[in-house]
Antibody, heavy 120, light 107 residues
Framework: EVQLMESGGGLIQPGGSLRLSCAVSGFTFETYAMSWVRQAPGKGLEWVSGISSSGDNTYYAASVKGRFTISRDNSKNTLILQMNSLRAEDTAVYYC?????????????WGLGTLVTVSS | DIQMTQSPSSLSASVGDRVTITCRASESISDYLNWYQQKPGKAPKLLIYGASSLHSGVPSRFSGRGSGTDFTLTISSLQPEDFATYYCQQSNRTPLTFGGGTKVEIK
């Protein structure tokens, strides 16, 4: 059974940093691209960042480029999102999602999400 | 960036109704279009990929059509468990973008 479990969310002050993790199981992690998708309270879905299966290629939404860094540890079946210079508008539930063999295929499995609240 | 526009933003329907949701891309995306269902407090679930392919385990009452810029998601006979919000998403190129969502409510 495919499982994705995010962790690392919480309350953080504007300008602060947070590191999200997504632990996966039930599939060959190193074979698939992965993404982070977020959802602000009461709003729609917003793709944040994606990474190729090897980790060599990364992609970002304009709203987070230069502040967020996506990475993966294929030996530990873990996806990471390092978030710096956080803003109030980054407040959202952050989901990790399994993509296809390449970035931008389809998100066929999602984690439960972790809430990030940026507030003073 | 490719803009995705869904309509309507919400609709009311009864069990057994046929429901169609429309998604329009700001430029041609071929058939690189996915549909997701999301219930309150839950993660989205993939319904349709490649504009018309049914994801594993998804009931056959869901179907998708379209190519280029215009796409539809149809629920042939609405069931109680289908009341949710539906999102389209283009996978033609990054940045990946979602439609604003269509909330399907009970009439």
């Amino acid at each position: 059974e495919v499982q994705l479990m995010e962790s690392g969310g919480g309350l953080i002050q504007p300008g602060g940093s947070l590191r999200l993790s997504c632990a996966v199981s039930g599939f060959t992690f190193e074979t698939y691209a992965m993404s982070w998708v977020r959802q602000a309270p009461g709003k729609g879905l917003e793709w944040v960042s994606g990474i190729s299966s090897s980790g060599d290629n990364t992609y970002y939404a304009a709203s987070v480029k230069g502040r967020f860094t996506i990475s993966r540890d294929n030996s530990k079946n873990t996806l990471i999102l390092q978030m710096n210079s956080l803003r109030a508008e980054d407040t959202a539930v952050y989901y990790c999602a399994k993509d296809g063999y390449t970035v931008a295929t389809k998100f066929d499995h999602w984690g439960l999400g972790t809430l990030v609240t940026v507030s003073s | 960036d490719i803009q995705m526009t869904q309509s309507p933003s919400s609709l009311s329907a009864s069990v057994g109704d046929r429901v169609t949701i429309t998604c329009r891309a700001s430029e041609s995306i071929s058939d690189y279009l996915n549909w997701y269902q999301q219930k309150p407090g839950k993660a989205p679930k993939l319904l349709i990929y490649g504009a018309s392919s049914l994801h594993s385990g998804v009931p056959s009452r869901f179907s998708g059509r379209g190519s280029g810029t215009d796409f539809t998601l149809t629920i042939s006979s609405l069931q109680p468990e289908d009341f949710a919000t539906y999102y389209c998403q283009q996978s033609n190129r990054t940045p990946l973008t979602f439609g604003g969502g269509t909330k399907v409510e009970i009439k």
